[in-house]
Each structure stands twice: as C-alpha cells, then as structure tokens.
C-alpha cells in the first residue's frame, strides 16, 4: 500500500520491487493479485498517469509506447490509453522543439539533422514534427 500511495504502479512494477523486498514470490503474486481485484491497483489508472505525466513533460507516442512496454502493459491497454488521451501531438513537438533550440531556424544541414535527432529521440512521429523544419 506504501508504494501505491505515492503513485499508480503496473501490475508487474508493483510485482518487481515488493519480490526485491519480501522475496517470497506466491505471497507477492497474491496480494497483487488482492489489490488489483480490491481496485487499489489498476493498469488502466497507472497508463492515464503515465501518459499524462510523461506527454506533459514533452515525450512523444513512440517513446510512451516503448516505456509502458518496459513496465508491462500490453499493447491493447496502450493504444487504449492513447486513446483517451486528448492531445494534439504536433503542439507538443512545437513546443519542445521551441524550448530546446528556440525559435530560429537551424543555421545549417548539420544543426537540422540534430534537430531531427532530438525529436526522435523523443519519441514523436516524422509527421509531427516535419512541418515544423523550413525546406
């Protein structure tokens, strides 16, 4: 209850760090198990969190994906989250590209590719952030 109470936790982060601190492994399972039933634990509220949290400070789709992935959500309850996620993600690139590199146009080629690198890295798609770069 310890670790819910500061945040939502995956089924299988809540799983992973109580196995570090109690160790027996059918305990564990059961009492996530109870929780998840109880409604104290639910992967659907930790996506909403995540997705809110983690777009808000400027990560894109593609990167969401990959890290809920990493905390064991399916794809199912990734696409689901997104979904009822209202964003306009083209925004968002414009604003942490702005916030990066500020508002004048790369000097040159090199500066442009850094720049693309960047958002990628991000985790936003091409379409979100090409409009934003001068031909």
Do not use: N, T
Request: net charge positive.
């Amino acid at each position: 209850m310890d670790l819910l109470a500061r945040r939502e936790h995956s089924v299988i982060e809540l799983k992973r760090k109580l196995k570090r601190r109690f160790g027996d492994e059918c305990v564990v399972d059961d009492q996530v198990a109870r929780l998840a039933k109880e409604g104290l634990q639910s992967d659907a509220r930790f996506a909403e969190s995540f997705l809110c949290q983690r777009s808000g400070s400027g990560y894109g789709p593609v990167r969401l994906k990959a890290e809920l992935r990493e905390r064991g959500l399916s794809d199912e309850q990734i696409e689901q989250g997104l979904q009822e996620l209202v964003i306009d993600w083209c925004e968002v690139a414009s604003q942490v590209l702005e916030k990066k590199f500020g508002p004048e146009p790369p000097a040159d080629v090199k500066e442009k590719a850094r720049r693309l690198r960047f958002m990628q890295y991000r985790g936003f798609y091409q379409d979100h952030y090409q409009p934003l770069f001068p031909r």
